[in-house]
């Protein structure tokens, strides 16, 4: 049966109007792409010009994949002259007005996430709370720049009920455009840390930038904000200064709405009991870690913003399930047992570092396992970046880490104060320590493998995922 057209995403009428462009045929897509790799059939395809590469060139690859349209500012040379094109201006500025016309037709409730750390767990954690009470949208991975904020809210169908959205920055002034775009409804910041330092002066700065996250809210908009991180009166101040009037604070201060009262941690998960504006909650979170604990109540604070019902988000929370690159876990066969690799390889900051070591010190090893850290380095720390790399040994050494393998020239300065006792090898090239890492790995260890994505420590992950058949032990996050 043929969908009714307002079942459908965008039709040709629908994104001229928005966009201003032409189209010569009729056509209606059910998704939208700016990697031609990525399309799938019935997509639209948006050749945007990037620093790199400009996505006009590959057009006809889009089209091959069967892209059913391609939005361009002119005809590229090596695509059909019958291939159906909706032509523009400039093809950013294009996809930012289809952005705009989509938040314009839709009545969902939006919510939009940002902050130093969480910002994808915490959007997935809100996506996954939400889904059983109406159809719920939410940004893919970690689409948060000028490029995957108006991408993901291109993609938001009409009938949405909840659009959740994550909004990221590196300087400041970026997250303005973005919330004026998205226009949330509930803002939640998870923390101000000094990630990201190299550009900013004071972590003060830092909390500043993020506090643009109001500036696309009206009035009757809802900030929620950690209450135990020491920025929060800052960004109280911001959001009331930008006009807001309420605002929610989570986390064990005591004055915090959304309040955890007792929280019992393991190595697979917490027994959370929380105080929710008064209402008692508890439930079991999928996923271990102090951090995430915190990121649970910044769910459920965004959850009752949204006026959806917590006690549903809540026992929701128990599926909760460790991302690619953000703490998946799997079981890897090899002769005589298994071990079990985290992957942590996505990011890393001095906070995440210490988040991810501790919920490693928390697992207890088969055997004669041993807890093994292989790190890389964490990038744009500013001029203090040897003090953070070697200030991880305190917490190696807490949570009695066996072997710490290390990668990049940062890293450096932990290898040099690290027991030699827990040194398992180091190398500037994380590719280079792959071997090393995989060459010492035996049955019963538990690895976390962490370092900012420019560290690549992403392959090291592969590479012991590929030293024999491997099973997921935590199902991928919902699409």
Same mark, same amino acid.
């Given at each position: 049966m043929?969908?009714?057209?307002?079942?459908?995403l965008?039709?040709a009428?629908?994104a001229m109007a928005?966009?201003g462009?032409?189209?010569?045929?009729d056509?209606? !897509?059910?998704g939208i792409?700016?990697?031609s790799?990525?399309i799938?059939?019935?997509?639209?395809?948006? %050749?945007?010009?990037?620093?790199?590469?400009d996505?006009?060139d590959?057009?006809a690859?889009?089209i091959a994949?069967?892209?059913t349209?391609?939005?361009?500012?002119?005809?590229p $040379? *090596?695509?059909?002259?019958?291939?159906p094109?909706?032509? #523009?201006?400039d093809?950013?500025?294009?996809?930012?007005?289809?952005?705009r016309a989509?938040r314009q037709?839709?009545s969902?409730? #939006?919510i939009?996430?940002t902050g130093?750390? $969480? =910002?994808? $767990?915490?959007?997935?954690g809100?996506?996954l709370a939400?889904e059983? +009470?109406?159809?719920?949208?939410a940004?893919?991975?970690?689409?948060?720049?000028?490029?995957g904020v108006?991408?993901?809210l291109a993609?938001?169908?009409a009938?949405?009920?909840?659009?959740?959205?994550?909004i990221?920055?590196?300087?400041?002034?970026?997250?303005?455009?973005?919330?004026?775009?998205v226009? /949330?409804?509930v803002? #939640?910041?998870?923390n !101000?840390?000094?990630v990201?330092s190299a550009?900013?002066d004071s972590?003060?700065q830092?909390?500043?930038?993020k506090?643009e996250i109001?500036d696309g809210?009206?009035?009757?908009?809802?900030a !929620?904000l950690?209450?135990?991180n020491?920025?929060?009166d800052?960004l109280?101040k911001? *959001?009331?200064?930008?006009g807001?009037?309420?605002i929610?604070?989570f986390?064990?201060?005591?004055?915090?709405?959304v309040l955890?009262?007792d929280?019992r941690?393991?190595?697979q998960?917490?027994?959370i009991?929380?105080m929710?504006?008064g209402?008692?909650?508890? &439930?079991r979170l999928?996923?271990?870690?102090r951090?995430w604990?915190?990121n649970s109540?910044?769910i459920?604070?965004?959850?009752?913003?949204?006026?959806?019902?917590?006690?549903?988000? %809540?026992q929701?929370l128990?599926?909760?399930?460790?991302? =690619?690159g953000?703490? +998946?876990?799997?079981t890897?066969e090899?002769?005589?047992?298994?071990f079990v690799v985290?992957?942590e390889? &996505?990011n890393?900051? /001095?906070?995440?570092?210490?988040a991810?070591?501790e919920v490693l010190?928390?697992? +207890?090893?088969?055997?004669?396992?041993?807890?093994? %850290?292989?790190?890389g380095?964490?990038?744009?720390?500013?001029?203090?970046?040897?003090?953070?790399h070697?200030g991880?040994?305190?917490?190696l050494i807490?949570?009695?880490?066996?072997l710490v393998?290390?990668?990049g020239?940062?890293?450096d300065?932990?290898w040099d104060?690290l027991p =030699?006792?827990?040194?398992g090898?180091n190398d500037?090239?994380a590719?280079n320590?792959?071997?090393k890492?995989t060459?010492?790995?035996?049955?019963?260890?538990?690895v976390?493998v962490k370092?900012?994505h420019?560290s690549?420590?992403?392959?090291? !992950?592969?590479a012991l995922l590929d030293?024999?058949?491997?099973?997921?032990?935590?199902?991928? *996050?919902k699409?």
């Amino acid at each position: 049966m043929t969908p009714a057209m307002d079942t459908y995403l965008w039709t040709a009428g629908q994104a001229m109007a928005a966009t201003g462009g032409v189209a010569q045929d009729d056509w209606h !897509v059910e998704g939208i792409s700016i990697d031609s790799r990525m399309i799938e059939p019935g997509d639209m395809f948006v %050749a945007i010009r990037g620093p790199r590469f400009d996505g006009h060139d590959f057009t006809a690859d889009a089209i091959a994949a069967g892209a059913t349209v391609s939005m361009v500012d002119h005809h590229p $040379g *090596a695509v059909p002259t019958d291939a159906p094109l909706l032509e #523009v201006k400039d093809t950013t500025l294009a996809l930012e007005d289809m952005a705009r016309a989509a938040r314009q037709r839709t009545s969902a409730r #939006v919510i939009a996430v940002t902050g130093s750390v $969480g =910002k994808t $767990g915490t959007k997935e954690g809100i996506r996954l709370a939400l889904e059983d +009470q109406g159809p719920t949208v939410a940004s893919l991975g970690s689409l948060n720049n000028h490029w995957g904020v108006p991408l993901s809210l291109a993609r938001l169908p009409a009938d949405t009920a909840f659009g959740v959205f994550e909004i990221g920055m590196n300087h400041p002034d970026e997250i303005t455009p973005l919330s004026q775009m998205v226009r /949330p409804d509930v803002a #939640v910041i998870t923390n !101000v840390e000094a990630v990201h330092s190299a550009f900013f002066d004071s972590v003060e700065q830092i909390a500043d930038a993020k506090a643009e996250i109001f500036d696309g809210m009206g009035a009757d908009g809802i900030a !929620v904000l950690n209450r135990d991180n020491e920025q929060f009166d800052r960004l109280r101040k911001a *959001a009331i200064a930008t006009g807001l009037k309420t605002i929610i604070g989570f986390g064990i201060h005591p004055e915090a709405e959304v309040l955890a009262v007792d929280v019992r941690t393991d190595g697979q998960g917490s027994d959370i009991k929380a105080m929710i504006n008064g209402v008692e909650i508890e &439930y079991r979170l999928g996923v271990p870690g102090r951090h995430w604990v915190n990121n649970s109540l910044a769910i459920l604070a965004a959850v009752n913003a949204a006026g959806a019902d917590i006690r549903i988000a %809540a026992q929701a929370l128990g599926g909760m399930t460790g991302l =690619k690159g953000r703490g +998946q876990r799997h079981t890897v066969e090899i002769p005589g047992g298994t071990f079990v690799v985290i992957d942590e390889s &996505y990011n890393a900051s /001095p906070v995440s570092m210490n988040a991810a070591l501790e919920v490693l010190g928390q697992i +207890q090893p088969d055997g004669g396992g041993r807890r093994i %850290a292989v790190l890389g380095d964490m990038l744009e720390l500013g001029t203090d970046w040897e003090a953070k790399h070697a200030g991880l040994v305190e917490i190696l050494i807490a949570q009695k880490i066996n072997l710490v393998f290390t990668a990049g020239q940062y890293m450096d300065a932990l290898w040099d104060v690290l027991p =030699k006792s827990m040194r398992g090898a180091n190398d500037f090239s994380a590719l280079n320590l792959g071997p090393k890492v995989t060459a010492m790995v035996r049955p019963g260890d538990v690895v976390v493998v962490k370092g900012s994505h420019g560290s690549n420590t992403g392959p090291i !992950v592969e590479a012991l995922l590929d030293m024999a058949h491997s099973k997921t032990l935590e199902p991928a *996050a919902k699409g």
